[in-house]
């Protein structure tokens, strides 16, 4: 059965809704950096160890809760999950800028950890009750484009906000549209097709029937504890850690990065923030309707991976006196930093059968969410110890090396698990 006859409208009605969502997760996440190279740390009398932290904490609560939201998520409804999720995070993230007590800002950046690691688990355990095998790149490319394309507009807007109007305020009008937009989710969206009153009969019972084969070619894994015991989980685990350690450290640090090196105002760093972030939009949809139409994996994820670590080495060499060069370096490493995550996440469902898959791949996210957390604490104690962000360009680059070395190891990632004609462990 051809996929791109299976329910056309979902596409219209799902993916607008899924993008917009994950797109005011990152704002929330990511506008601390802003808050914190626009003067939040001395307003509140934030040590430079303590900034790191906070900065870091966040994915300390994100990555406790992982697993329990991604088995909601499977058991029950990731549906409701991700409505509550963004209520709480709304309220959480402009309560940011009210606090003007240190403990409550350690409190409220740990709680909004809590609350949105149902968002990346619980969306992509959505997505795969709604699109198939030949679609499943493309469908979580547009989800993970949320955050390219976010960091882009949200840059610019950040900047212009603490300029204009203070850190808090930037936090408070930041913070809002998740709580508003919670309702938009609830209503649009429902967990599976057959539950899709705007789908027609024989468009639920195509979609139904096209997913029941799917699984019919995975082999049977019976529960949690049998399919964390499969090596290539644990590869991939620690291959998404090292690469968030890249990708979370820049997403975070990378105003204040440009702040330490050059003499720009929050505007235009808001503006140079930005730039990275289209090119990584441009490619990570690119690579992954490249993906799905060869049907390979591996080929988009570790080469990429890698010349994102040569980009980053690339900002090191170039040094203070070299702004321009470094910061070309950042944009191409950035770039390529996105071009794997629709692939990355369309194997997992591709190789475990659903009662099983979304555990995984909260394991993994989890332990990816242990390398964000490393890389924003270190990133952050790396810049004020040394007072330049050269030394974070190196553990950029390391991090992302390594990740790239493990990709290599996971040889089987475009061929599945073949016994025949079912799908074995790779």
Partial sequence: MENVNLAPSRWLRIAPVVFVVYSVAIVD??????????????????????????????????????????????????????????????????????????????????????????????????????????????????????????????????????????????????????????????YAVNDHPAQASWLSPKEREDLENAFAEEQGEIEPVRNYREALAKPTVWVLAFQYMFWSVGANGLVIWLPAILKGGSNYGMTEIGWLSSVPYVLGAILMFSGSTWSDKVQKRRPFIWPFQMLAAAGFLVSYLSGNSHFWLAYIAIVLAAGALYVPYGPFFATIPEILPRNVAGGALALINSVGILGAFVGAYFIGYLNAITGGPDASFLLLSGSLLVASLLGVMTKSFEAGWQSGNRARAY
Avoid: C
Avoid at 150 to 169: E, H, K, N, P
């Fill in 29 to 186: 996440r990511a506008n601390y950096g802003f808050g914190s190279a626009a003067g939040m740390a001395k307003d509140l009398g934030i040590t430079d160890n303590a900034n790191s932290f906070l900065g870091a904490l966040f994915f300390l609560g994100n990555f406790l809760f992982q697993i329990p939201a991604a088995h909601y998520a499977t058991r029950y409804s990731a549906r409701k999950l991700i409505f509550w999720s963004m209520v709480l995070w709304g309220l959480l993230a402009a309560g940011t800028g009210l606090i003007t007590n240190l403990s409550l800002l350690f409190a409220d950046r740990f709680l909004l950890g809590v609350v949105e690691s149902a968002v990346f688990p619980g969306t992509l355990i959505f997505l795969s009750h709604w699109f198939t095998k030949k679609e499943r790149s493309r469908a979580n490319s547009i989800m993970i484009l949320g955050n390219p394309i976010t960091l882009l507009w949200m840059s610019i807007l950040s900047g212009y906000l603490v300029d204009q109007f203070g850190w808090r305020a930037m936090f408070v009008i930041e913070g809002v549209p998740a709580v508003i937009l919670a309702a938009v989710w609830l």
